[in-house]
């Protein structure tokens, strides 16, 4: 089944403590993405990345990391995390830069204490 | 920030047709308006996209004016499953935008 997977789902960590949010994708998408989505402001794009060892900034990327060594793979990096980074995140993956047509994970939702 | 605009909820019963406008200063002259449907709890999905005028698929259509400030997301006969938030999507300045949400709400 073509998917895109996220872990953990769920998590509750304590400001500071390093944290990883995996992605992975089956469908050979050169494209991925992580957003961010919190009441009132919408889903937010962190960074992205075109294929692999190519990233980018989006709309929101302070406070975080990504890495692209493999195709299929594209973790979101909290080095140092804060309360306000206490979120709803999302990563998707597109067949290519050009087409909007992403493909969603399930979420993670994240708490920051 | 160039801000992308939707209302914020719309109402509507089983098999009326439902129209979502948004509306996006300076986006892209080049890239494709897109909307997306979001369940509680789960990611948001692909709906639709199109460039100029109007597309049309099996679940929905859109339409595009010549000037590509707004965009209306058309839903034709809604049923209670249609219940969700919409978004719209463009990009502004080499980022990907998501408008502010539509809720809408399908009563039986």
């Known amino acids: 089944e073509a998917q895109v997977t996220q872990n953990p789902r769920y998590l509750i960590t304590v400001t500071g403590k390093k944290l990883t949010v995996t992605c992975s994708q089956n469908?050979?998408?050169?494209?991925m993405s992580w957003y961010r989505q919190d009441p009132g402001l919408g889903l937010r794009q962190i960074y992205y990345?075109?294929?692999?060892?190519?990233?980018d900034k989006g709309d929101v990327p302070e406070g975080y990391k990504v890495s692209r060594k493999e195709k299929r793979n594209f973790p979101l990096i909290l080095e140092s995390p804060s309360p306000n980074q206490t979120s709803l995140y999302f990563c998707?993956?597109?067949?290519?830069?050009?087409?909007?047509?992403?493909?969603f994970g399930e979420g993670s939702r994240l708490t920051v204490l | 920030l160039a801000k992308t605009t939707q209302p914020i909820s719309m109402d509507s019963y089983e098999g009326q047709e439902v129209n979502i406008t948004c509306s996006h200063n300076?986006?892209?002259?080049?890239?494709?308006i897109t909307w997306y449907q979001q369940f509680p709890s789960q990611g948001p999905r692909f709906i639709i996209q199109?460039?100029?005028t109007k597309v049309t698929n099996e679940v929905a259509s859109l339409f595009i004016p010549a000037d590509r400030k707004s965009s209306t997301l058309s839903l034709p006969r809604v049923s209670l499953s249609d219940t969700a938030v919409y978004y719209c999507?463009?990009?502004?300045?080499?980022?990907?935008?998501f408008g502010t949400g539509t809720r809408l709400q399908v009563f039986p």
């Open positions: 998707a993956s597109s067949l290519y830069e050009g087409t909007r047509e992403l493909f």
């Open positions: 199109g460039y100029k």
């Open positions: 999507l463009v990009e502004v300045t080499d980022k990907l935008i």
């Open positions: 469908m050979n998408h050169e494209y």
């Open positions: 990345s075109m294929n692999v060892e190519v990233t």
């Open positions: 300076n986006i892209a002259t080049n890239d494709y």
